[in-house]
């Protein structure tokens, strides 16, 4: 009889014995397995904290002691332990399971984190509130997949060690990795611990000889005691946290579930807050996720599970067409450098790094360092192309503002998988970058619509010297290559009709669906100009003149509706005392819960038919489809 399918939640797990248990991280491990093999998802990381997992909610008691998981992709385990395990094979799909944790499925989820780096502080202000109300439950912060290299994590170290009083235990889950092997100092140091692991067999065979010898009592304890400290301070890295006012247990081996529920027991007892420093394995028990030199198996596309190939190879992508151009830009730009955060592989700079290893540099979990970085760099004379998910430069918003933009420094930004993406959830759809961007004086955005506008835009905005440039492109297969008929400034007429009832204005990847638009609106005999307005900061003057010629402007665009493209093009209208009405088409600025890319696009209204029909009722007339 399964073990996993009948666990109510956590509680029942104290009642195991070893052989239970070893049996249920077997379990465990063929379900995580067997769904990522089928849904795609994140594997290496979850099969890395198993023992850790089952360990924590042995010692803790969730909900009452309340555990964060950074990143929250780690939560796989977690989820099957809180009573979740038969909803499983849901998982990333429409109506199931999150990726992430998720406060609406479950009491045992607090934080909906999939942005890095944010457990310990959320953990401290847990854990200061428990203090003020009387609580003496714990909070636990699960820190790992290189979350610990981001400033935000020791910013919050730095005040929890202030609070000697707080019931507070930091959990370091170090595999050594984020997508790929972390860097930094910190975790140089974490490596040397992690691949000489001396210290307690150093320190047992002092003990063993201290024993032997002449001393004893209280001279062999304060010979232990000393040595002891010395032995940590040469072998260990508790040094630095300790110099904090941490405690520090560890390094334990975390595959090693006894070992790690004994160093949690310890760290109860010390009564404040405490740093439990635990070794792992991405995908551990999986040697194929083990072996894959490139991540581990970090977030796997459904695949077979007896040799780890996909099942299905995708169409060359938006990322793949940046990773080769990118290379031919900097064979012929020596001036150009890469910087991104944790992410050299998924962004496409793996391929420049390989060939230019001292021109590309990957900061960690870092954005806001890497932003500002990038300023110093460009003072320093270089043209630095900062690469990213959309979704993660809304954490460095001010240094793009205020460090890049004020500075009229010459930085490219590359914003990958912006728009809606889908599968991964709220915190990863980009659909805030033009919005927030938008009023950064001087930026300029560029939105390609395919790829060979990808490779002319990339190359126009690393030409500017004097500005912050944005280069932002969805995630999947790369479009159709669109062909213009006329240019008008910085904007391609892709269409055009002698009658002009409609200026169509599609940004971006939507290039596409502005053709099925133009196509429906046509068939009803309407007159429609189609425009794609390459870059769309700022508004080309050319697109408001255009607007002055036609009945109804609409814009499409895959970004948040207020602050977005449209509205800048409306406000531009406006301005330019132009009585022409904008119907602006976006994403609602909500937060979307997860489902194919396609769905919520169909949800939020964002297809061929509805945009006409709402073009159609906005001049009067009806669809004879609607």
Same mark, same amino acid.
């Given at each position: ?12 797990l104290?009642?195991?014995d070893?052989?239970?248990?070893t ?5 465990? #491990? ?5 769904? $990522? ?11 890395? $904290?198993?023992?850790l ?8 008691d969730?909900?009452?002691? #309340?555990i ?7 939560? @796989? ?20 399971l ?14 909906e ?7 310990l502080? @959320? ?13 003496? &439950? @714990? ?9 610990? *290299?981001?400033?935000? /994590?020791?910013e ?18 170090? +595999?050594g990795r ?27 065979? %002092?003990?063993?000889?201290?024993t032997?010898?002449r ?18 301070? /040469? ?45 792992t ?5 999986y ?6 030199? +490139? ?7 459904p695949f ?8 299905? %190879? ?13 290379? #031919? ?10 910087i991104?955060?944790?992410?050299? @592989?998924?962004v ?16 960690g ?20 192309? $900062?690469?990213?998910?959309? *979704? ?24 990958? =998988? ?23 004086? #001087? ?15 990339? =190359? ?16 999947g ?20 009709? &002698? ?11 939507f ?31 050319? %697109?408001?003149?255009?607007? /002055? ?19 800048? %093009? ?9 009585? *022409? ?17 396609d ?5 939020l ?12 009722? /906005?001049?009067?007339?009806?669809s004879?489809?609607?």
């Amino acid at each position: 009889m399964s073990i996993l399918a009948n666990l109510s939640g956590p509680a029942d797990l104290r009642a195991m014995d070893d052989a239970q248990l070893t049996e249920l991280a077997a379990e465990i #491990r063929e379900l995580l397995i067997a769904t $990522v093999a089928s849904n795609g998802g994140h594997l290496g990381p979850n099969l890395g $904290v198993v023992e850790l997992g089952i360990a924590i909610h042995r010692v803790f008691d969730s909900p009452s002691d #309340r555990i964060v998981w950074d990143t929250g992709h780690q939560s @796989y385990v977690h989820k099957m332990l809180t009573g979740r395990a038969g909803e499983f094979a849901t998982l990333r799909r429409e109506g199931g399971l999150s990726g992430y944790p998720s406060r609406a499925e479950s009491e045992h989820d607090w934080v909906e984190n999939s942005h890095a780096s944010t457990s310990l502080s @959320y953990a401290d202000g847990m854990a200061k509130a428990n203090h003020l109300l009387g609580n003496d &439950d @714990y909070v636990v912060a699960v820190i790992g997949d290189g979350a610990l *290299t981001g400033g935000m /994590a020791w910013e919050a170290l730095n005040n929890i060690a202030a609070d000697s009083d707080r019931r507070l235990i930091a959990i370091v889950n170090d +595999n050594g990795r984020s997508y790929t092997p972390t860097v930094g100092g910190l975790a140089n140091r974490l490596t040397e611990i992690r691949t000489n692991p001396r210290y307690e067999p150093t320190l047992s065979a %002092i003990k063993e000889r201290l024993t032997r010898s002449r001393f004893g009592g209280t001279q062999a304890y304060e010979a232990l005691h000393a040595i002891k400290k010395g032995v940590k301070d /040469a072998l260990a890295p508790q040094g630095m946290f300790e110099d904090l006012g941490l405690k520090y247990i560890g390094p334990v081996d975390g595959h090693d579930r006894a070992s790690v529920e004994h160093a949690l027991d310890r760290a109860r007892t010390f009564g404040g807050p405490v740093l439990v420093h635990v070794l792992t394995t991405k995908g551990h028990g999986y040697d194929i996720a083990v072996a894959n030199e +490139n991540d581990q198996m970090h977030q796997a596309n459904p695949f077979d599970r007896a040799t780890g190939d996909a099942l299905s %190879i995708a169409p060359a992508g938006w990322t793949s067409v940046f990773r080769d151009e990118i290379v #031919r830009i900097a064979d012929e730009r020596p001036d150009v450098v890469g910087i991104t955060a944790a992410m050299l @592989y998924p962004v496409g700079l793996d391929a420049f790094a390989d060939k230019f290893p001292d021109r590309v540099f990957d900061v960690g979990i870092a954005e806001q360092h890497a932003v500002t970085s990038a300023a110093g760099l460009a003072m320093g004379g270089l043209h630095p192309v $900062v690469a990213v998910y959309a *979704t993660f430069i809304n954490r460095a918003f001010d240094q793009v503002l205020l460090d890049v933009a004020l500075h009229r420094c010459g930085v490219t930004f590359v914003l990958d =998988r912006a728009g809606v993406t889908g599968d991964d959830g709220a915190s990863h759809n980009g659909m805030w970058d033009m919005s927030l961007l938008q009023i950064v004086p #001087r930026l300029r955005i560029a939105a390609p619509r395919d790829g060979s506008q990808l490779r002319e835009l990339l =190359r126009e905005a690393v030409d500017v010297d004097d500005a912050p440039t944005v280069v932002r492109f969805a995630k999947g297969p790369v479009c159709e290559d669109l062909p213009a008929i006329e240019r008008l400034g910085t904007a391609d007429v892709l269409s055009r009709d &002698d009658a002009t009832d409609v200026l169509l204005v599609a940004v971006g990847a939507f290039g596409h669906l502005g053709v099925e638009v133009a196509t429906l609106l046509r068939a009803q005999g309407l007159g429609v100009t189609l425009v794609d307005p390459r870059w769309v900061k700022p508004v080309d003057p050319a %697109i408001v003149r255009l607007a /002055a010629d036609h009945t109804v402007v609409v814009t499409v665009e895959d970004n948040g509706r207020q602050g977005g493209v449209g509205a800048a %093009i409306a406000l531009a209208v406006r301005d330019a005392g132009i009585d *022409t009405p904008v119907h602006v088409h976006g994403v609602e600025q909500e937060f979307l819960d997860h489902a194919k890319r396609d769905v919520i696009l169909g949800r939020l209204g964002l297809t061929a038919q509805a945009v006409a029909d709402d073009t159609l009722a /906005a001049l009067g007339r009806n669809s004879a489809n609607g």
